[in-house]
T-cell receptor, first 111, second 115 residues
């Protein structure tokens, strides 16, 4: 069946360092992937997306990498800031337009 | 604020009571989605609408749950005879079905606590 999961529940990173959050997915037929950021008491906020015909996409301070061979997705955040503290979810959107979320990784920023 | 809004933000109820939540999507967004999120988990899909038509319902949506979008704008999600297991954050999202953009915009959620 379809499932999207994350390798680590918590990640602590020094302020200013780069953060890398990983995700594994199981549905090889998935064609669209998204990273969401969720701060306490708020709904998920779109960060960046990538289609299955790409292996890398860059945004402002964020990069998403897709490795279809091993069904692995990662989010890289450059120069991590205190405002990056949140739970990050990888997700896939299927053809039926439903988002399937993983369990999330909590990112802690150390001063 | 022109984002997705949800009301109420918090709801505490006793087991067996009925509750109703409201979602106002972004104007002109024709697709509206409901998700449920329990503590420490990612959101899970419940149902979605295209305009006023309910296109799909998850197996998670028992017969105690009903959702409507009568005029193709705001939507309501009702839970009848609430159970403690219904305690969760209920999230609404919307998007416009056009072009290649598939991003769904989420509201702040309604946190339900069933005592």
């Amino acid at each position: 069946g379809e499932s999207v999961g994350l390798h680590l529940p918590t990640l602590s990173v020094q302020e200013g360092d780069n953060s890398i959050i990983n995700c594994a997915y199981s549905n090889s037929a998935s064609d669209y992937f998204i990273w969401y950021k969720q701060e306490s008491g708020k709904g998920p906020q779109f960060i960046i997306d990538i289609r299955s015909n790409m292996d890398k996409r860059q945004g402002q301070r964020v990069t998403v990498l897709l490795n279809k061979t091993v069904k692995h997705l990662s989010l890289q955040i450059a120069a991590t800031q205190p405002g990056d503290s949140a739970v990050y979810f990888c997700a896939e959107m299927n053809r039926d337009d439903k988002i399937i979320f993983g369990k999330g990784t909590r990112l802690h920023i150390l001063p | 604020d022109t984002g997705v809004s949800q009301d109420p933000r918090h709801k505490i109820t006793k087991r067996g009571q009925n509750v109703t939540f409201r979602c106002d999507p972004i104007s002109e967004h024709n697709r509206l989605y409901w998700y449920r999120q329990t503590l420490g988990q990612g959101p899970e899909f419940l149902t979605y609408f295209q305009n006023e038509a309910q296109l799909e319902k998850s197996r998670l949506l028992s017969d105690r749950f009903s959702a409507e979008r009568p005029k193709g704008s705001f939507s309501t999600l009702e839970i009848q005879r609430t159970e403690q297991g219904d305690s969760a954050m209920y999230l609404c999202a919307s998007r416009h079905l056009s072009g290649s953009v598939r991003e769904q915009f989420f509201g702040p959620g309604t946190r339900l606590t069933v005592l």
